[in-house]
């Protein structure tokens, strides 16, 4: 989950994916980015089917339905989202559908979300393990981390489930990880270091960090 837009939670979030491979495990990497999934375009594929489409038969998800709407690319399944804006899109409340059928399939499931807001975003937060809250050191940024804290806490998401995750840290411009910790009250599970140029071919490339 993004803090703010822009902070590189979309890349975090398929690397983290294909990293993970180990043996037979099964990967599942879902863009749940209603309006603005990016995916498709981080991993160059394409899909006639979406997250969508599986909600559209939420109560009768099956082995078939789910091998038709998921796209395998190097050993890992990923569900994408919308390629264009399609009625609902803006209302949608609840992904438990989807994600629990994904849990009973997979050993592991990553999902790349919107942001927090909303109760689209709320009920990925409530049925998730572990939260990656990824942000920058901006000043920006980090206020967006701050208004977040309180609306899930405000909305009963647990702390213990959240891991702040300081993407493109630069210490030359923004705040240092000392100041972060104590400004948010909350510590950094993890500090990722600005490579501009790496992401930025991996991007144009197509491949993976």
Not at 34 to 56: C, E, Q, R, V
Not at 178 to 201: C, N, R, T, W
Request: proline share 2%; hydrophobic share 45%; net charge negative.
């Amino acid at each position: 989950m993004p803090a703010k837009g822009g902070c590189g939670a979309s890349t975090i979030a398929s690397n983290l994916a294909y990293r993970m491979r180990r043996g037979d495990k099964r990967i599942l990497l879902a863009d749940l980015d209603p309006l603005a999934g990016t995916l498709s375009f981080l991993l160059k594929i394409k899909s006639n089917f979406s997250f969508m489409d599986a909600l559209a038969r939420s109560h009768d998800i099956d082995a078939d339905l789910w091998k038709a709407v998921v796209t395998s690319r190097q050993g890992v399944d990923v569900l994408l989202s919308p390629e264009v804006m399609t009625e609902g899109m803006s209302e949608l409340k609840d992904a438990s559908s989807i994600i629990e059928y994904a849990r009973g399939t997979y050993d592991l499931v990553v999902l790349d979300t919107g942001g927090v807001y909303g109760d689209w975003n709320l009920s990925q937060a409530q049925l998730a393990d572990e939260i990656l809250l990824v942000t920058t050191n901006e000043l920006t940024a980090l206020q967006a981390v701050q208004r977040t804290l309180s609306y899930l806490d405000a909305n009963n998401i647990p702390r213990y489930k959240l891991r702040l995750i300081v993407n493109r840290y630069d210490r030359h411009t923004g705040l240092s990880k000392d100041v972060i910790g104590a400004a948010l009250h909350i510590d950094i599970f993890h500090i990722m270091p600005s490579d501009y140029e790496a992401i930025q071919k991996s991007l144009m490339e197509g491949k993976l960090l």
